[in-house]
């Protein structure tokens, strides 16, 4: 038999002084990479910012840096809303309109999806979430409202809102997305009013949230399902297996199989600087840092991830 030496995880105690050491770090990426400017509403965030929070599988938070600045979550919101669809919809109706292989595409890439006649890749790519999202829209009355109650829950979080200003901005800017939504909609896959889709998604992507609220906002993910807040069952274990699984493969673009390597959890980011991970059975985590990669994903933030996981211990897939 080999014998491996097991590494203790840290205490919580000993979470504390690391995650500061984190953020009191973060500055030295801060020469690197850019804020998102396609998105006018994004472009006036101060680029110089860092904050991490964890939520323990119990519900219990620690955190350091600027963890209670709110920021635009937007693609966080993805994974949000592929819990409301998989809640909502039977599995074959889900899955028989949105993939589950990684893309290798950018985030906002239309070339796959002509190719690929108009099904998207996976859920976290935009053509997919814009097809989660027309699934909900044909499904509720009121879908966006249908999100945000959801993610105030889950965060147990009531102020939780979107932000109309960058819920507009995106609407001005949504030649793109708009490309995608109609692609999809002449293929025969989209069901719903085109404009509908984007105006849901747009405020999807445009809730406000912090370090702490969002990583409280994905605990479920790292107790098998199940809303430490209320003690409300939000997926199956299974499902949730499911959603990790998803998120390790595809939720971070075309970056996914470097983060998996660098930090192995299953991650989701979003192009305001947010990076969510979870570490399955202990916590969720939540990172912010403006200055984005070439792929749209925090860089200080996922390096302080990769700190993080190397501090904590812990080898999910060692
Ligand atoms: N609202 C953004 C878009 O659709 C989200 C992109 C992202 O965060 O990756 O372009």
């Known amino acids: 038999m080999l014998d491996i030496d097991t590494p203790q995880p840290i205490t919580r105690e000993e ?7 984190l953020a009191a770090d973060a500055p030295r990426c801060f020469g690197e990479g850019k804020v998102a ?29 600027d963890a209670a600045t709110r920021f635009s979550i937007q693609s966080v919101s993805k994974a949000h809303a592929l819990v409301l669809a998989m809640q909502q919809l039977p599995p074959d109706e889900l899955w028989a309109r ?9 985030f906002n890439s239309i070339v796959q ?20 999202t027309d699934m909900l829209v044909s499904k509720l009355w009121m879908p966006q409202n249908t999100l945000r109650d959801q993610i105030r829950r889950l965060s147990n979080t009531p102020e939780v809102d979107f932000d109309e200003r960058v819920a507009r901005s995106e609407m001005d800017h949504k030649a793109h997305n708009a490309a995608l939504g109609y692609l999809m909609q002449a293929y025969g896959n989209i069901h719903s009013d085109v404009e509908m889709v984007l105006d849901t998604y747009f ?15 994905f605990a479920f993910l790292a107790n098998q399902g199940v809303n430490p807040f209320d003690g409300q069952p939000v997926l199956t274990p299974v ?11 595809c939720g971070l673009y075309d970056a996914a199989g470097d983060f998996a390597w660098r930090v192995g959890l299953p991650g989701k980011s979003g192009v305001g600087g947010g990076i969510v991970a979870i570490l399955p ?21 996922r390096h302080a991830l990769e700190g993080l996981v190397s501090g904590l211990n812990v080898t999910p897939l060692g």
């Open 281 to 301: 059975r202990r916590m969720s985590i939540c990172v912010w840092s403006p200055r984005l990669d070439s792929y749209g994903n925090s860089i200080a933030g």
């Open 98 to 106: 949105v993939g589950r292989e990684p893309s290798g595409q950018a």
């Open 239 to 249: 499902q949730t297996r499911q959603v990790n699984a998803l998120l390790l493969t």
């Open 203 to 217: 405020h999807s992507c445009a809730l406000s949230m912090n370090c702490i609220e969002l990583a409280k906002s």
């Open 37 to 65: 400017s396609y998105i006018p509403a994004l472009a006036e965030v101060e680029p110089d910012q860092f904050g991490i929070a964890v939520c323990h599988a119990d519900g219990s938070v620690q955190y350091a840096g």
């Open 113 to 132: 999806l002509e190719v690929e006649n108009g099904v998207p890749r996976n859920p976290f790519i935009n053509a997919g979430a814009l097809m989660v």
């Open 15 to 21: 979470l504390q002084p690391l995650l500061e050491r």
